[in-house]
């Protein structure tokens, strides 16, 4: 039977509990595994740019010699190598980064070149790693170049059995130029792709001048290169505050473009022209790291939804190029209004986060702005160019003393090859004869006969001299840190020439361009403009009919029932319905029946008393005012701005108590001067509109004084043109009296009785 209690041979594992208290146990354990996720995972280096998964996967697919000018190999090699050599992690994640290096829509300057399906802008993910090849790109070759060099540090892996570099040492800004997002504990990082030909004037001008202010380089990095274009459309002073701290927001936009004209430059209206007056938009680029599929499925379910009514359709044209073509509603749709909606409603504007938090050559993360990120990138860059020049020296160095022994030995040739022939041990005679090193008796002795003829004075001699040469040029460099940044702006300008604007890689992709300020978005603004005649009948039933037609004309109405009011509006009017109790109601001339019919109840639109009468149904104009007056001779002029009424209910205006009726909804034109008001009593008094206050809510002044009976009409007029009303009968013939100084008094006068041939039931209309 085994025994439960451990042997002797066999450790206590009680022995191994530490008696310590549980939080600080568990903040230890915690800040250990934030760390390992800050500076092993989710920052980038700011050296290389690169995580350690893709500078894993980089050199391991050097390892396996996938240089840009070899085969292809099986992603799912790499893969194996990546995860049983390098990186102890689940294959999936390790595909996951291969892929993306491999995307040209993810990445600006692509690292990986993949040969088969390796997903697409639609968001459609890549075939399994069993499917798809893949190979180095010339720019990952250019990141890792130098690495043979002494560079760097290598340092073993995590099972100890092979070498992984700590940073790629390439002159290639991988940092900027593709950018890196990520997600830590308590931090994360966010850098957009930036144009390489934009990040090296930079850097160069930081070279000039290590003092120089950040206002000089943003006037040459204009801000970021996205892999999928777009439209930056931030203003300059935004963006250059944000890369002054290393922390903001970028707004970017698709591009609505037809392609690109014979100079390269984008048609970016937008507008494809159609026959008969017709015309579609175009998107030929979106922003990053938006799906177009989704973007699609944004912009149709808008159209379903109603919710951008001036859109018709959509539709997916695409094949190697973006091309979603927006079908409006009708030609008379306003374009700029159709791109803005867009930019509002859907991912066609998106906020891409700049967070510039990096790991520096310390291994210490932060967020720096762009100077101090360019100034630590460059020391960087010396600091390999010093250890790449001292690796050469001591290279140098060795082949000097090779040299030096070959040269030794084709002057004494016939010796060297008696004391091999006859002397059973040579090495210690030549070192003694020749003054011999070790190494260099041991390279004689290790010739072949066939190299002995290659021994010629001449061509070592000239060897030495150039390796002597190069000798003094790198002491000379190392001594002199002007000459290492002279070397460095060398490099940076040849770099510049493969990676430049008149290059199709190196060409930037993204305009930088000031959107233009926003105008004020409503829904309303969205619905086409097309005329209406209002219909309100006698029993408050409303219609439109489209077209502005006579509004006397031959209207049908339900028995019992007639006209009240007609009035020529548009589509995208609101109405201002006011009702003798003093409430205002607002409804959108859109929202209206057709006129095939007899219309609907205005009672089911909104919430009106139904003891009211509807005195007055007037479309709203910006700006404009109303004349508003009761029963009782009292009134004031109100703001049409201040009538609207956002809810069913209403908003009440004119206060009213029992007997006190609204009657008078007069619009004030804004030439007019004076008003004129007639009671019951059939005076007229005329005075001037300034006396009459403007008010938001309340019963008025005083305009007329009655005796008996009440207000009848009222109607604001310019006096200089004098006061108009319509003749009887069928003439239709106006008669306008200019002289009204008779009638000219204070507000709130009696009057006199009016002109001759005034209308016998005291209206002005």
Request: glycine share 8%.
């Amino acid at each position: 039977m085994a025994k439960d209690t451990p042997t002797r041979d066999e450790p206590d594992p009680f022995d191994a509990i530490v008696d310590a208290p549980f939080d600080a146990a568990l903040s230890e354990r915690y800040l250990v595994y934030a760390l390992s996720t800050i500076t092993a995972r989710s920052l980038p280096d700011l050296r290389d740019g690169l995580k350690p998964v893709h500078r894993r996967l980089l050199w391991a697919m050097r390892q396996l010699k996938l240089n840009p000018t070899d085969a292809f190999k099986k992603s799912a090699r790499v893969v194996g190598d990546v995860i049983g050599k390098y990186h102890p992690h689940g294959d999936a994640s390790v595909y996951d980064a291969m892929v993306r290096l491999a995307q040209d829509f993810a990445l600006r300057y692509p690292l990986v070149e993949g040969q088969g399906n390796f997903g697409n802008i639609d968001g459609d993910n890549a075939a399994a790693y069993r499917y798809t090849e893949a190979r180095l790109t010339a720019t990952a070759a250019r990141l890792m170049a130098g690495l043979e060099e002494g560079t760097v540090d290598f340092h073993p892996t995590y099972n100890g059995e092979e070498e992984e570099p700590e940073i790629f040492p390439g002159m290639f800004p991988n940092l900027l130029a593709n950018g890196s997002t990520g997600i830590a504990v308590g931090m994360a990082t966010s850098i957009p792709s930036h144009n390489v030909a934009e990040i090296v004037d930079a850097t160069l001008l930081l070279i000039d001048n290590p003092h120089v202010e950040h206002d000089a380089l943003m006037q040459v990095f204009h801000g970021p290169d996205f892999a999928t274009g777009g439209v930056v459309v931030d203003s300059p002073a935004s963006i250059n505050a944000a890369y002054a701290s290393g922390k903001g927001a970028i707004r970017v936009r698709g591009r609505f473009s037809i392609g690109r004209d014979d100079a390269g430059q984008w048609e970016d209206t937008g507008i494809e022209k159609l026959g008969g007056g017709q015309w579609q938009l175009v998107i030929s680029e979106i922003p990053y790291m938006v799906a177009k599929g989704k973007l699609i499925e944004q912009i149709a379910a808008l159209i379903a939804d109603k919710k951008l009514p001036i859109l018709e359709d959509v539709r997916d044209e695409s094949d190697t190029a973006i091309r979603i073509v927006l079908v409006p509603k009708s030609r008379n749709v306003d374009p700029d209004l159709l791109k803005e909606s867009l930019y509002r409603l859907t991912d066609l504007e998106s906020r891409f986060s700049l967070n510039l938090n990096v790991l520096d050559a310390r291994r210490t993360p932060g967020v720096l702005g762009l100077k101090l990120l360019l100034q630590e990138w460059v020391i960087a860059q010396i600091d390999i160019l010093v250890r790449r020049a001292t690796h050469r020296l001591d290279k140098i160095a060795n082949r000097l003393e090779l040299v030096g022994g070959y040269i030794i030995a084709y002057l004494n040739l016939d010796r060297i090859i008696e004391i091999i022939r006859t002397e059973d041990e040579p090495k210690p005679i030549m070192m003694a004869e020749f003054a011999l090193t070790d190494r260099q008796a041991e390279a004689i002795l290790n010739m072949r006969l066939r190299s002995l003829r290659k021994l010629e004075e001449m061509e070592l001699r000239r060897e030495q001299d150039a390796l002597l040469a190069e000798q003094d040029d790198l002491n000379k460099l190392l001594e002199s840190p002007a000459r290492q940044r002279t070397r460095l702006k060398r490099d940076l300008v040849a770099l510049r020439k493969d990676y430049g604007p008149e290059t199709v890689l190196g060409r930037r992709r993204t305009t930088m361009a000031e959107a233009a300020p926003t105008r004020e978005f409503n829904m309303d603004a969205m619905i086409e403009k097309e005329p209406v005649t209002v219909i309100v009948s006698q029993r408050s039933w409303i219609r439109a009919a489209k077209g502005h037609g006579a509004l006397d004309g031959e209207f049908k109405f339900k028995e019992g029932d007639g006209p009240a009011f007609a009035l020529h509006a548009q589509t995208t009017d609101k109405l201002l319905i006011a009702l003798d109790n003093g409430r205002f109601y607002t409804i959108g001339a859109d929202k209206l029946p057709g006129a095939r019919g007899f219309g609907e109840p205005i009672r089911t639109m909104l919430d009106i008393d139904p003891d009211a009468q509807i005195v007055a149904v007037v479309p709203y104009r910006v700006g404009g005012q109303l004349l508003l007056a009761a029963n009782t001779g009292r009134g004031f002029a109100a703001q049409m701005d201040e009538l609207l009424a956002e809810t069913r209910k209403g908003r009440t205006v004119v206060s009213t108590k029992p007997g006190v009726k609204l009657t008078v909804v007069r619009e004030i034109a804004a030439e007019h001067d004076h008003v004129a008001v007639i009671g019951d009593n059939r005076k007229l008094v005329v005075f001037a509109l300034n006396e009459v206050p403007v008010l938001a809510r309340g019963q008025g002044v005083t305009l007329q004084r009655y005796r008996d009976g009440g207000l009848a009409d009222a109607v604001t007029l310019r006096l200089e043109d004098g006061l108009s009303w319509p003749m009887g009968g069928d003439t239709g013939r106006i008669r306008t009296e200019k002289d009204l100084m008779p009638w000219k008094v204070a507000r709130g006068a009696a009057g006199r009785l009016p002109p001759n041939g005034f209308p016998r039931d005291n209206s002005f209309v």
